[in-house]
């Protein structure tokens, strides 16, 4: 069982604790592989609606990426924080308002020496999770972590949140009967079909 951490509140804007943690690419944007240029961030059909039902419902919005390509030497860890802002940013201008994106840039087979290590942040790890509960007050019990991978969905459950996985090919919005799918973790065939879900039973 994992013991809850005092959060600090830091500056708060929002009395809000719930969240919604949004892995990045392939969930809030189309994966073209190690996405680095922002000429090439295209939102997923449906994402733009279930982000603005979320924030309706008062979740606050954040991205939790794995970026192995900084430990690989693909690109810089600056770069991906080029990208994040104008991610956010470009969510910004559309009134949707994404506080923070974490990432994780390490990776044990990497080969820049700095980040090639095994770590407490790349998911299904929760250390970026339990960073932003503590750095943005967060209740991660009242909170989701939402991606296109088990692996997403394992870091919310190993942080306390509830753990949601976007599977397309999935044909009921809550199926707990998959053999490749471990209990308690949801799936939904989309992050709309999961933001409608939730709207209804909030």
Known sequence: ??????????????????????????????NTHFLIDFAEFELIPGVEDALRILQGLGY????????????????????VEDLNRSIVADLGARGIRLE???????????????????????????????????????????SFMVGDSDSDAQAGLNAGAQGVWIRPETTQLVDFGRVDNPRKIKEFPSLLDFARNLREFA
């Open 1 to 30: 069982m994992l013991t809850p951490e005092k959060p600090d509140l830091g500056d708060k804007h929002d009395a809000s604790g719930k969240a919604v943690f949004l892995d990045r690419d392939g969930t809030v944007n189309r």
């Open 60 to 79: 606050r919005l954040f991205g939790v990426s794995n970026q192995s390509g900084v430990a690989k030497g693909y690109f810089t860890y600056a770069a």
């Open 100 to 142: 923070e994106i974490a990432f994780c840039p390490h990776h044990p087979e990497g080969v820049v020496t700095e980040y090639a290590k095994a770590c407490g942040c790349r998911k299904p790890a929760p250390g970026m999770l339990k960073d932003l509960a503590r750095k943005h007050g967060l209740d991660l019990s009242q």
